[in-house]
């Protein structure tokens, strides 16, 4: 069902008027004078949102959410929870909760203590901490835990404790970094269901740094791509897969073919081996000259049944348990193409045409960026 | 962004600084004030290491004069005092910290039979008398017929010095991760190599702290000194020794000295590591 | 090295064996010297002879019980007011030292090179009636109508408590120092202020060093005379004044070793006590 | 006492050589001193030819005794040849009773007969046959003359109010009884039982009520210089220093008595008695004695010096502190040596000053 | 290529005769009284193999390599390193490199002597240091990070230090625990291919705890799922995926549709609802009684072009990048169907018949344990 309510969020375009609960501007952070982690970031997160970041190792995805946890300063710009500045206000002022990328837990207290203890910061006593840490425990799996002490426990199991901690309090805005990072698929998608239940039934707000692209794209209503400190490009998952903006974008997002060419008319993209590939004139985007036009590997069929086509050699089978992976060698550049496992034996064939539909086709800036 | 609605939003800003700022330094304020109380009287000293009295005592100010930092050993017997003193205290804290810090690694490291007598046995020092740690200890070297001097007051100043050391190290390694011991290992370094590129840095603190507390017990200790001391003269018992008459200044000046030395070659260390750091860079 | 790793679990006791022996050979033994000695009666001029004299030991505990008392209460203020008057510094220091940390123990140390006798009469003159803090303190109406701070108990405690400060305050920065301030940060973000970060997270964690700093406060204070003997008045004697002067003035030699071993039970009480209050983890490691 | 031990027999003065080197113990600061030597010793040496080993190591009767007990005890050697100790304690007359030191050898110190007639014959050592002083001092009262009128006698120090909590009294045992039964009208040569409860009791009283500052060691000094203390039971040759910087100081024998007490030299059992008594000659020539005086300023023992330090330093001979008058001199007594070592007394003394 | 090279190599049996790199004989793990981490393993791993662990947090995977690297000892059992049984060894005498699950990197050393850490203490000097360190630093991205302390790296760029560390050293056994956990996909993809060609290169045996079943399939030559402590199969990944022993396993790699019934015949297996399932005859391996038929959802067509057949009302649809998801009710139970998105708007059917191949179905005992 969480699913199913995500989809719809996600496919509504975000409505004026609604509150913002998180709003970065301008917000810039330096660590001593050479390393710029956060360079002029600015993003709105509405209340009861779930936004995502994303982005990869090292872009100030955690710095990002140190700033707005109130644990780092920024250098440059401001951040507002809700309507107020927050700049100075130390984080237990802030309605915000954490999961550390790195636990944090307390080592000299045991599992429920752990979990417990921003309700008893809060002055919640007895019987409702245990009600209520244990309905967290057992939602993460850890019943049975609560006398352990964090060295106690595995990797994933700490992780959880993390997460059990932050998510107890029901915050206004829940800052998520990597939280199911260490977890097993499984769980990971058991976790997520959860983690949309929660965010439904309470209206906490969002915001979850994953390296997990599936992981935001079935999450998040929007997500902001990072890199090297600044937003690529912020919109709703199906937007960002779909349309993405840049190269960097395009190829961060899962695999994508970007084929180098010209624009040569309305809907025409030229490639570089004189291939015409057809769009969308809305994917054009008013651009001109040199682009280059990409394609989802999965958006490919093999044959000629689709308008745009391309022929060439196979050079890579790979089995990846739900589909198999085939890379072609084309006159316009390697192609790689998804094709669904739907029964055994489907990888043995050895495809030459391959085809897919203007509408799958986007286009990007230049190929820059992107592998 | 309008002029009005920034300065809106940097009033509550301001007063959170100015807040955080106060608390800030709150904690330094009374940092400054906790040393000022534990030099005020290295100050005092300091001061009538310059006075010139008329009598033998050096109790009111009288005259200003360098004399006694000129003559700093114009006293008899100072000179080998304080030599002796800081050879002692330099001995015993560098030995009692090694031997210490062993004891803490067994204590906090392993699981064994005699762990909690050991633990009892390390409080037990600190809890004898000084003054009949001090006459035992003689009866003991008596017994073996050991020569009165050096060799014993550094014996004494250990075994007291290691409780300390133990105690201190050990709040260290409590606190330790295991993990880090455990890497090194993997990394193909052996239980020494370990001990020296993982541990040792890491519990550095410590073994820095347990040498200091150790070498001011040391060079300030009278009492299992006096006894165990033969006929040699360490600088405790020089000043001790000396109240009947009245301290010299230059007992003054000696203490001052190893205050100001001590200091500014710890200051030194510092820039130089500083500058270190700046130029590698 | 290997032959370590093959027999691990003979590491304790290697490491254990060169410190245990020195304490052994030249702690031990001597203690047992001093408990047969304790057990002697006679005196100086005709001689002391073992004969199980267990009343030192009553004698001991009946006659100074005062002075007992007085020591353990001396010894457990000045511990909590050095406890409290460090642990600022010590946070300061592992916090905001930066790489001035060193210096600043080494300040915290440096005024006990200074031989004790000096450092007492340069208090002395600080505190003298005729100084300018009891002066000021007169005005201020803060001092009672004997009007002095030496030779009060006052004076007694607040010298052990300033004579003992770096015992305090070097294990308290030792283990605050290795706190990892991530937590810190966790504990704000889950609505903890500042001060109940510090409750609740640092001061537990820095446990292991304010117990090793107490205990390294409050064990030699309770058997400390030096303060007291210049410090303090006619009346606020410990029980190492009194032991003191069984050895010395008395040549008592069976009374100050049955005194001293009382002692030294009574604090090894109060230390399991303690151990078991605060958890042996934290002692025991 | 028991007899001294196999080790010291083949020691004693039979052999009427000089060692090569005199090992001796004093207090800190207790020979004259010149730059960083010490002339008295140097002329020694060059004189005779024995080196000597000079420690400072004794700061207190009781603490040396007990440092060097264990081997005196054992029989064994303390490595020295003087040692030097005060004889209003209880240690003088425990070395000889326990046969811990040497007789002198009488016939090397012919210097002996300068000795002035009041030390000839102390109760613990009829005829000086094992000790010789080396230095003495008054016990007397001192008081600071800006803050408080003369106190002449022990009664004011103990009960006057304008002094309360600024009195300040010795822990010495043998010095502030003397002086306090001296005041009592008891003989302090002659402790009983009553007049020591006495002395106690007034001292209890004075304690109880706050007039006592505290029992001092030698830090009274400190207290007195600097005007916390405005009378106390005070050493001659201390309020002699003090003077020098502080004029206000003033000192004198209670109207009722004082006390004398004497450092004696004693040869501990081992010593070399030849040249330790060589030394002891050496010192009691009035030149050399006058120029031990002029540097350490307490009250020489020694006929003569007074003659010879006019020569020296003729303001110090008239200094009445260091060369104290026949009045002076005949106002003073010293405590029963018996006291010393009644152990009942002795306990109810400490109880008194650690209470 | 180095994709290619594992297709091969899982595809192949494993031989005889190769040699046995790291065994483990009934090997168990306490902690206290309570807790089994690890109970009675016995598993080889074949010289330069690329062997990965695979199971829930908590199932005693990093307990099981700590045994291997010799950080704890097991209560029971015995483990080899080649010949030799290294009961009482030293983590230093075994040529076993870790990559530890929570980095343990040094915190006083830069990420230049972390790295050179091992070397240094084999007794390689000066520039070799230099020119090894800096070689691996590139290879995980870290170029320039050399002289910042761990304190100052982002989570993922932690990762990488730690995993540098590990491989600068080319032991014989590397043992991995989640080492890519805290990558983003397309670097993880990147540092897989990386890690298959050093083992290919330098003949390395890898153990591989990971959560990633996906990396697990592409990048092992066999596979060892754990569940609490235990073992539950252990095969080359296809076996694994395609004939999963136990409902456990089955549910464990990715989803699966598990439709309880009885065995009805030579190949058949009667579902609850009647419906009779064709299933390959080997799949049943002896079975008889109650059992439960499985598929996995990519596996399944919408319509009935193949030989099992089930029709079902849609619950739910999501969308997930690459493939739409749609989960029906049939009267046999809830089945997922994974369809891929091969061209925008295929996820706006709203399928009412399914159908998949008896060879794409399996059996598994029962379904207790498989949520
Ligand atoms: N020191 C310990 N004391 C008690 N229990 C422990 C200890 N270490 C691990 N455990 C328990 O042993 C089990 C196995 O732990 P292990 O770390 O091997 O799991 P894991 O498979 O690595 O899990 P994860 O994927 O979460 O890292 C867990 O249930 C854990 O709680
Ligand atoms: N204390 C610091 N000092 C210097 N540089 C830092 C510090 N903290 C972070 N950085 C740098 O800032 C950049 C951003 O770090 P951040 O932790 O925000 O990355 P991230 O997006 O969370 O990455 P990851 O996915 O690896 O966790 C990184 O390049 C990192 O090296
Ligand atoms: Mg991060
Ligand atoms: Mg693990």
Known sequence: MAVESRVETALEAPEA???????????????????????????????????????????????????????????????????????????????????????????HLTTFENV??????????????????????????????????????SGGQQQRVALARALVNRPRVLLLDEPLGALDLKFRKQMQLELKAIQHDLGITFVHVTHDQEEAMVMADRIAIMNQGRIEQLGAPSDLYERPQTAFVAGFLGISNLLPGTISGRGTVRLDDGTDVRVSPQALDGRTGRVAAGVRPEKIRLGHGEENRLTGRLLETAYVGVATQYVLETTAGKVSVYVQNSEPGAREQAPREISWSPDSTFVVDSTEGAE | MSAVATAAR????????????????????????????????????????????????NYTWERFTWDNWIHWDDVPGIRSAIVLSLEIALLASVVATVLGMLIALALVR?????????????????????IVLGASLVTLFLNFNVVFGFWTILIAHIMFCISFAVVTIKARLIGFDRHLEEAAMDLGANEWATFRKVTLPLIAPAIFASLLLCFSISVDDFVVTYFNSGNEVTFPLFVWGSARVGAPPQVNVIGTAIFVVALGAMLINILLQTRRSKGAE | MGFLHRHRGLTPYLLLAPG???????????????????????????????????????????????????????????????????????????????????????????????????????????????????????????????????????????????????????????????????????????????????????????????????????IPAAGDFVNAQLLGGTKQHMIGNVIQAKYLELIDYPAAAAMSFVLMAVILILVLAYARAVGTEQLTG | GGGGSDASEGTTSVERKLAKTLRMSNWTLYIDVKGKRHPTLEQFEKKTGVHVKYTEDIDGNASFFGKI?????????????????????????????????????????????????????????????????????????????????????????????????KVGVLDDYSGTLTLVMLANGDDPGKVTDASFDRAIKKLQKASDSGQIRRFYGNSYKEDFAKGDL?????????????????????????????EIWTDNMFIPK?????????????????????????????????????????????????????????????????????????????TTWNNLISA
């Open chain 2, 10 to 57: 940097q009033r509550p800003r301001v007063g959170a600084r100015a807040w955080a700022f106060t608390r800030h330094h709150a904690l330094t304020v009374y940092s400054a004030l906790f040393f000022l109380y534990l030099l005020l009287p290295i100050a005092v000293v300091m001061v009538f290491s310059f006075n010139n009295p008329s009598g033998r005592t």
């Open chain 3, 20 to 218: 245990i022996a020195w304490l052994a050979l030249f702690f031990l033994v001597p203690l047992g010297f001093l408990a047969y000695q304790s057990l002697e009666s006679g005196s100086i001029d005709f001689g002391y002879a073992f004969n199980w004299a267990w009343g030192n030991y009553w004698d001991a505990i009946h006659n100074y019980r005062r002075q007992f008392i007085r020591s353990f209460e001396y010894a457990g203020i000045a511990t909590v007011l050095a406890l409290v008057i460090s642990y600022p510094v010590a946070y300061f220091i592992a916090f905001r030292g930066g790489r001035w940390k060193n210096l600043l123990l080494l300040c915290i140390v440096a005024p006990f090179f200074v031989t004790y006798l000096i450092r007492t009469l340069a208090w002395g003159t600080i505190l003298s009636d005729n100084g300018f803090v009891v002066r000021t303190l007169h005005d201020l109406h803060l001092l009672g109508s004997d009007g002095r701070l030496l030779a009060t108990s006052t004076a007694v405690v607040a010298g052990i408590t300033y004579n003992f400060l770096p015992f305090m305050a070097l294990p308290l920065y030792v283990s605050l120092e290795q706190i990892d301030s991530r937590l810190i940060e966790a504990a704000e973000d889950l609505y903890a202020s500042k001060l109940q970060a510090f409750l609740r997270v640092t001061l537990p964690l820095s446990l292991p060093g304010v117990v090793a700093g107490t205990l390294l406060t409050f």
């Open chain 4, 270 to 346: 081992g010593g070399n008695v030849y040249t330790a008594s060589t030394f002891m000659n050496f010192v009691y020539d009035p030149k050399v004695a006058a120029q031990i005086e002029a540097y350490i300023q307490y009250i020489c023992p020694v006929d003569g010096a007074k003659a010879a330090m006019l020569k020296l330093d003729p303001s110090l001979s008239k200094n009445r502190l260091i060369f104290p008058t026949k009045q002076m001199l005949d106002n003073v007594t010293s405590l029963d040596a018996k006291a010393f070592n009644n152990e009942k007394y002795l």
């Open chain 1, 116 to 153: 417990a203890f921003g309700l008893r910061r809060r002055g919640v006593r007895g019987n409702d901490v245990r009600g209520r840490v244990e309905e967290i425990l057992r939602i993460v799996g850890l019943a049975g835990f609560e006398k352990r002490k964090p060295r106690q426990l």
């Open chain 4, 69 to 165: 007990q264990p081997q005196l005890q054992r029989g064994q050697s303390v490595d020295r040849d003087i040692i030097v100790m005060t004889d209003n304690s209880r240690y003088p007359s425990l070395l000889i009773d326990k046969g811990w030191v040497e007789k002198l050898d009488k016939s090397a110190i012919p210097n002996m007969k300068n000795l002035i007639a009041q030390q000839r014959h102390p109760a613990w050592d009829e005829d000086r046959d094992y000790s010789l002083p080396w230095q003495s001092g008054i016990t007397g009262i001192g008081y600071n003359a800006k803050l408080t009128d003369p106190v002449k006698s022990i009664d004011d120090l103990l009960t006057d109010p304008k002094l309360k909590g």
């Open chain 4, 230 to 258: 405005a009378a106390t039971i005070a050493w001659s040759g201390d309020v002699a220093q003090l003077q020098f910087s502080n004029k206000n100081l003033q000192w004198d024998v209670p109207t009722e008595g004082g």
């Open chain 2, 110 to 130: 392993y699981g064994f039979r005699g762990r909690g007598t050991t633990n009892l046995l390390i409080f037990l020092p600190l809890s004898t008398p000084e």
């Open chain 1, 17 to 107: 008027g609604r509150t913002v609960d998180v709003r970065l501007e301008h917000v810039t952070k330096r660590f001593g004078d050479e390393v710029v982690a956060v360079d002029d970031v600015s993003l709105e997160i509405e209340r009861g949102s779930f936004f995502a970041l994303l982005g990869p190792s090292g872009c100030g995805k955690t710095t990002t959410l140190r700033m707005i946890g109130g644990f780092e300063e920024p250098n440059e710009g401001a951040i507002y929870l809700g309507e107020e500045p927050v700049t100075g206000t130390p984080p237990y002022k802030r309605d915000v909760n954490t999961v550390f990328q790195s636990y944090a837990l307390f080592p």
